[in-house]
Nanobody, 117 residues
Protein backbone atom coordinates (compact mmCIF):
# COMPACT_ATOMS: atom_id res chain seq x y z
CA UNK A 1 0.00 0.00 0.00
CA UNK A 2 1.42 3.38 -1.00
CA UNK A 3 1.50 6.04 1.70
CA UNK A 4 2.89 9.57 1.91
CA UNK A 5 4.47 10.46 5.25
CA UNK A 6 5.16 14.08 6.19
CA UNK A 7 7.52 15.46 8.80
CA UNK A 8 8.93 18.82 9.84
CA UNK A 9 5.94 20.83 10.99
CA UNK A 10 5.92 22.77 14.24
CA UNK A 11 5.70 26.14 15.93
CA UNK A 12 7.81 29.05 14.73
CA UNK A 13 7.82 32.81 15.20
CA UNK A 14 7.02 35.30 12.46
CA UNK A 15 9.95 35.54 10.07
CA UNK A 16 11.22 32.08 10.95
CA UNK A 17 11.76 29.05 8.76
CA UNK A 18 10.56 25.46 8.59
CA UNK A 19 11.40 22.59 6.31
CA UNK A 20 8.72 20.04 5.48
CA UNK A 21 9.64 16.64 4.09
CA UNK A 22 7.52 13.94 2.52
CA UNK A 23 8.61 10.38 1.80
CA UNK A 24 6.75 7.56 0.13
CA UNK A 25 6.32 4.15 1.69
CA UNK A 26 5.33 1.15 -0.37
CA UNK A 27 6.37 0.21 -3.85
CA UNK A 28 5.20 2.46 -6.65
CA UNK A 29 6.46 3.84 -9.95
CA UNK A 30 7.69 7.44 -9.85
CA UNK A 31 5.00 10.03 -9.28
CA UNK A 32 4.58 12.46 -12.17
CA UNK A 33 3.99 15.32 -9.79
CA UNK A 34 4.42 15.93 -6.07
CA UNK A 35 3.74 18.93 -3.95
CA UNK A 36 2.07 20.55 -0.97
CA UNK A 37 -1.38 21.80 -0.13
CA UNK A 38 -2.51 23.52 3.04
CA UNK A 39 -5.75 24.03 4.91
CA UNK A 40 -6.30 26.69 7.53
CA UNK A 41 -9.22 26.49 10.01
CA UNK A 42 -12.48 27.41 8.33
CA UNK A 43 -10.90 27.63 4.88
CA UNK A 44 -10.70 25.36 1.87
CA UNK A 45 -7.60 23.35 1.08
CA UNK A 46 -5.34 25.27 -1.32
CA UNK A 47 -2.30 24.51 -3.42
CA UNK A 48 1.02 25.76 -2.06
CA UNK A 49 3.56 24.39 -4.54
CA UNK A 50 3.99 21.51 -6.96
CA UNK A 51 6.97 20.05 -8.79
CA UNK A 52 6.62 18.03 -11.98
CA UNK A 53 8.93 15.06 -12.55
CA UNK A 54 11.38 16.62 -10.12
CA UNK A 55 12.13 19.47 -12.50
CA UNK A 56 9.46 22.13 -13.12
CA UNK A 57 7.87 23.86 -10.14
CA UNK A 58 4.83 26.08 -9.70
CA UNK A 59 3.75 28.16 -6.72
CA UNK A 60 0.60 29.79 -5.50
CA UNK A 61 0.76 33.58 -5.62
CA UNK A 62 0.79 33.95 -1.83
CA UNK A 63 4.22 32.27 -1.69
CA UNK A 64 5.86 35.42 -3.09
CA UNK A 65 9.32 33.86 -3.31
CA UNK A 66 9.39 32.73 0.33
CA UNK A 67 9.04 28.98 -0.25
CA UNK A 68 11.02 26.53 -2.36
CA UNK A 69 9.80 23.10 -3.42
CA UNK A 70 12.25 20.40 -4.45
CA UNK A 71 11.94 16.72 -5.13
CA UNK A 72 13.70 13.51 -5.99
CA UNK A 73 11.77 12.02 -8.88
CA UNK A 74 13.38 8.60 -8.56
CA UNK A 75 12.85 8.33 -4.80
CA UNK A 76 9.35 9.85 -4.71
CA UNK A 77 10.25 12.43 -2.10
CA UNK A 78 9.41 16.13 -1.90
CA UNK A 79 10.62 18.93 0.37
CA UNK A 80 9.15 22.36 1.05
CA UNK A 81 11.55 24.93 2.47
CA UNK A 82 9.56 27.78 3.99
CA UNK A 83 11.25 31.05 4.91
CA UNK A 84 9.94 34.41 6.13
CA UNK A 85 6.88 32.73 7.60
CA UNK A 86 3.84 34.79 8.46
CA UNK A 87 0.95 34.12 10.88
CA UNK A 88 -1.33 33.66 7.85
CA UNK A 89 0.79 30.66 6.85
CA UNK A 90 -0.60 28.80 9.85
CA UNK A 91 -2.34 25.67 8.56
CA UNK A 92 -2.16 21.93 8.24
CA UNK A 93 0.17 21.16 5.34
CA UNK A 94 -0.51 18.07 3.25
CA UNK A 95 1.85 16.24 0.97
CA UNK A 96 0.26 15.41 -2.38
CA UNK A 97 1.32 13.22 -5.27
CA UNK A 98 -0.18 12.20 -8.59
CA UNK A 99 0.55 9.14 -10.63
CA UNK A 100 -0.73 8.51 -14.14
CA UNK A 101 -0.07 4.81 -13.50
CA UNK A 102 -2.51 4.75 -10.57
CA UNK A 103 -4.78 7.35 -12.16
CA UNK A 104 -5.44 9.16 -8.91
CA UNK A 105 -3.85 11.46 -6.34
CA UNK A 106 -2.34 10.41 -3.04
CA UNK A 107 -2.44 12.43 0.18
CA UNK A 108 -0.43 12.43 3.37
CA UNK A 109 -2.00 12.74 6.80
CA UNK A 110 -0.90 16.34 7.22
CA UNK A 111 1.51 18.20 9.48
CA UNK A 112 0.63 21.25 11.53
CA UNK A 113 2.51 24.51 10.93
CA UNK A 114 1.86 27.30 13.40
CA UNK A 115 3.41 30.76 13.03
CA UNK A 116 3.13 32.98 16.09
CA UNK A 117 3.03 36.77 15.85
Amino acid sequence: QVQLVESGGGLVQTGGSLRLSCVTSGSTPSFHAMGWYRQAPGKERELVAVIHSGVTSNYNDFVQGRFTVSGDYAKNTVVLQMNSLKPEDTAVYYCWAYSYVHGRPFWGQGTQVTVSS
